[in-house]
Each structure stands twice: as C-alpha cells, then as structure tokens.
C-alpha cells in the first residue's frame, strides 16, 4: 500500500490540473492548505470537496475530449471572406446566338460600347453577357463581377441589368453593380434615377448618392453612399472608416486571390486606406501592414489576416 505522503502528493498534483491548465504554484499551495485544513473539519465537507475535485477533474477530461469541435476561428483553418475565382488569364471575348459574353482576368478593367451606345467600364474577375444588337422593347444585360454602367438614353427601351439577386432597370443614367459570388450585392447612384428590385419583390427607385444593398433580413435597403464608393473607377482603393473584411473582400477580388481572417475581432476593425490598384498585392500587404491594425500575409497562396 502506497503511504500516506505518496497520495498526498498524488492529490495535490490533482489540485493543481483541476484548477487550470498551468495554475502558478502559489495557486495550487493555498488549493492544498485549504484542502488540509478541510480534512481535519466534518466528514461531510471532506466528501463534499473530494466531490468538487472529481468534478472538475471530469470537466477538464471532457473539455480535451470535446475540443475538435470547440475550435475557433483562432486555428489554422481562419475565416474565409473572398474564394478566388476562375477567371481567364486576359481578356476574352466569346459569341454564341448573337450573344456576347466579354470576361476579365485579375488586375484588370476593360472598357467597352454596347450596339445602342451604352458604355460599360467593366472591373477584374468580371463577366458581362449581351445582345450583340438590341432588337427587342428591352435592353438586357446580365454581370457576374463588378461594372460601372452609362447608359444611352432611349425612352422607349429600358435597359436591365441583371445579376443573381439584384435587378437594376434604367432608362438612362450612370451606376455601378457589384455582384462578386460570395458577397453582398450593391448598387451605387451617380447620375439619373433606377429601380432596383430583388427576384420577385417590387422595385425600390434610388436617388443619385444612394447605395442599394441587402441587410441582414434578405432585404433591399437604401443609404448614402460612401463618397469614396466610386473611387474603384478611377484606379483606386480608397476606404474611408470601412470595415477591414469588406475592404480585403475588394482587394482580394481585384487580385483574385482568397482571403483568410484568422480572429473574429479583426472582421469588425475600420480601416483609412488609399493606394493606387496598379500596385502588386506585395506592395498593397506591405502598406497595409503598416497601419498597424494586424498582421498581413502571403501564405499558400491566400493572403492571412491576424492579429500581431
């Protein structure tokens, strides 16, 4: 039979797990006196406390046994907030029954003039399909990416575009459609007025400086819209007090590269930024850092945003 010293010392290392992973050894000594002096008091509380540290014992099993699933976004795999797309390696043009189909690669933008005169400035990672001539009582288009859209007027002819949740219907005006896989949709007014409508819901009509998007409920909301919104247009990132995931969704999907947070903290963090788009993604991460609000990377082709 082991002696006496030889458990104590046993129970007193059971002290010292049971009060946390690495609790200081002034933590764990004053656990043991007051265990002691517990012992020389009523059975009772002796079988009370003897209870307490097979609880709290059991809890720390279950605690190991339960954290794969406890995980969070701290661990490798972080917070993916933009996937790279399949985009093609330079711009391509495509024609199938009298429809064109005109795609851009990462860093890139492209401008182009529809049959009836409307010009579209059309953002990376993009993809815009349209009738080679308008022949019907509507102008349609349908955009996968980002574009800047100024429409030719033509009363008699609305022109539509249309993207996977949001509907944009115009006689003749400037606006931008955002509508990257993955993200929140946005219109943004510049010029004139649209309706905008989501798949089968009754249009809402935007004033020029207002930005249509969708909340949290499913649905359309209307707001200004920030004055650096069209800067994209210009060549520039500009974030003015945004939201660092929105403003690293923009950046990753004008390089079309994937983006990781690895804290839940940082999503929420505002950022002032403004560089030119003609920069590398090196040059971009290095300013970025410089900011000091975390830490970013290259890492296995993404680029990993956490805390320094």
Do not use: C
């Not at 046994?65 to 995980?71: C, G, H, K, N, Q």
């Not at 860093?107 to 049959?115: A, E």
């Not at 349908?142 to 429409?151: C, D, I, K, N, Y």
């Not at 969704?249 to 002032?272: A, C, D, M, P, T």
């Amino acid at each position: 039979m082991k002696d006496k010293n030889t458990n104590d010392h046993r129970l007193k290392a059971l002290f010292g797990e049971a009060l946390g992973t690495t609790p200081t050894p002034k933590e764990t000594e004053q656990a043991w006196q007051e265990f002691m002096t517990s012992r020389r008091t009523s059975p009772h509380r002796r079988k009370n406390l003897y209870i307490s540290i097979a609880s709290a014992a059991a809890i720390l099993v279950l605690a190991f046994i339960l954290w794969p699933t406890m995980r969070t976004p701290d661990s490798t795999e972080g917070i993916q907030v933009f996937a790279s797309l399949e985009a093609p390696k330079e711009i391509t043009f495509s024609e199938t029954n009298e429809r064109m189909e005109i795609s851009t690669p990462a860093g890139t933008t492209t401008t182009l003039t529809l049959s009836e005169g409307t010009q579209v400035l059309l953002s990376a990672n993009s993809r815009l399909e349209y009738d080679k001539e308008f022949t019907s009582n509507k102008r349609e288009v349908t955009l996968v990416g980002e574009a800047r859209f100024s429409v030719a007027k033509d009363s008699k002819r609305p022109f539509i575009v249309h993207t996977e949740q949001i509907q944009t219907q115009v006689l003749g005006t400037v606006f931008d459609v955002k509508a990257y896989p993955q993200t929140t949709p946005d219109v943004t007014l510049y010029e004139g007025s649209v309706e905008v409508s989501l798949n089968g819901t009754s249009p809402k009509r935007m004033q020029p400086g207002e930005q249509a998007s969708i909340n949290k409920e499913g649905k359309l909301k209307l707001e200004k819209a920030s004055t650096t919104q069209g800067n994209w247009a210009e060549g520039e990132f500009a974030f003015d007090n945004k939201e660092l995931k929105e403003a690293m969704i923009e950046i990753g999907s004008w390089y079309n590269i994937s983006v990781v947070f690895h804290q839940y903290h940082l999503l929420k963090e505002r950022i002032y930024f403004r560089m030119d788009r003609s920069n590398s993604i090196d040059e971009v991460l290095g300013v970025l850092n410089d900011l000091g609000i975390a830490k970013f990377s290259m890492k296995d082709n993404r680029i990993v945003v956490e805390s320094k």
